[in-house]
């Protein structure tokens, strides 16, 4: 039984950096392309970022494109987004999944807020 633990969110200024970590828990990592997922306040949640098993290939929306960069570390099980020139707007609850997501890998995600 696979869980996906997320951390690194918390209270940033406008123009600041975060980076989010994805671990996964109770087996081995399978080789999956992962995503990075996020849901606003009043918002559907929205894809953000995906890469591939190996990370040799990812895709980004547009509204992240240049400013996110996700990466993965096979050998630690752990997928990361990297967060720089953030905005009010990217403040949401942010969550990983496999890519397509499995609905049964949801987990808590973790808060980020930025201020203006």
């Known amino acids: 039984q696979v869980q996906l633990v997320e951390s690194g969110g918390g209270l940033v200024q406008a123009g600041g950096s975060l980076r989010l970590s994805c671990a996964a828990s109770g087996r081995t990592f399978s080789s999956y392309p992962m995503g990075w997922f996020r849901q606003a306040p009043g918002k559907e949640r929205e894809f953000v970022a995906r890469i591939s098993w190996s990370g040799g290939s990812t895709y980004y929306a547009d509204s992240v494109k240049g400013r996110f960069t996700i990466s993965r570390d096979n050998a630690k099980n752990t997928v990361y987004l990297q967060m720089n020139s953030l905005k009010p707007e990217d403040t949401a609850v942010y969550y990983c999944?496999?890519?397509?997501?499995?609905?049964?890998?949801w987990g808590q995600g973790t808060q980020v807020t930025v201020s203006s």
């Open positions: 999944n496999r890519n397509p997501p499995s609905s049964s890998l």
